[in-house]
C-alpha cells in the first residue's frame, strides 16, 4: 500500500511542513508494508508517538482515496535512538538495502519511494 506515488507524495509534503514544527525527516524507505524514517524531534514539543500518529492519519486519508480500506495501520512501532555518526551510517546501510534484499528493485538507489526530506547532522 505505501510502495506507490500517491503515497510518497503526500508523505513528503507531510514531512516538509513538519519542519514548521522543528522536526526533521532525514532519510527514509517507504516498502510496501511498512516504512523505515529517520526523525529527529525537538527537545520540547511534539512526541515521536504523537508525530507517528498524525503520519498515520495523513497517509491514512490519501489510502482511503485510492481505495484502499481500514485498517490501514498495526497497533506499535519500532523505534531507535541514534547517538553517533557510526550508528546513523550503520542502520542507515541496512535499511537502504531493504527494497533489493526484498526483491523490489536491482539496486537500493533504483527504489522510487526513497530519499530524503532534511540533512540530518549525523551526516
Known amino acids: 500500500m ?12 507531510f514531512c ?16 510496501p508494508d511498512h516504512a523505515h524514517l529517520f526523525v529527529m524531534l525537538p527537545p520540547e514539543g511534539i512526541t515521536l508517538i504523537k508525530w507517528v500518529q ?5 497517509l491514512g486519508k490519501t489510502l482511503l482515496t485510492l481505495g484502499f480500506e481500514k485498517p490501514h495501520w498495526q497497533e506499535g512501532s519500532f523505534d531507535h535512538v541514534l547517538r553517533s555518526y557510526e550508528s546513523y551510517s550503520q ?3 541496512y535499511v537502504r538495502m531493504n527494497p533489493a534484499r526484498a526483491g523490489l ?10 530519499g530524503e526530506i532534511t540533512r540530518l547532522p549525523f551526516d
Open 2 to 13: 505505501l510502495a506507490c506515488a500517491e503515497i510518497h507524495e503526500a508523505f513528503c509534503i
Open 16 to 31: 516538509m511542513r513538519a519542519q514548521g514544527y522543528n522536526v526533521a525527516l532525514g532519510r527514509y524507505v517507504l516498502m
Open 54 to 58: 498524525s503520519l498515520r492519519s495523513t
Open 91 to 93: 542502520k542507515w546501510d
Open 105 to 114: 528493485s536491482e539496486t537500493p538507489e533504483a527504489w522510487p519511494y526513497q
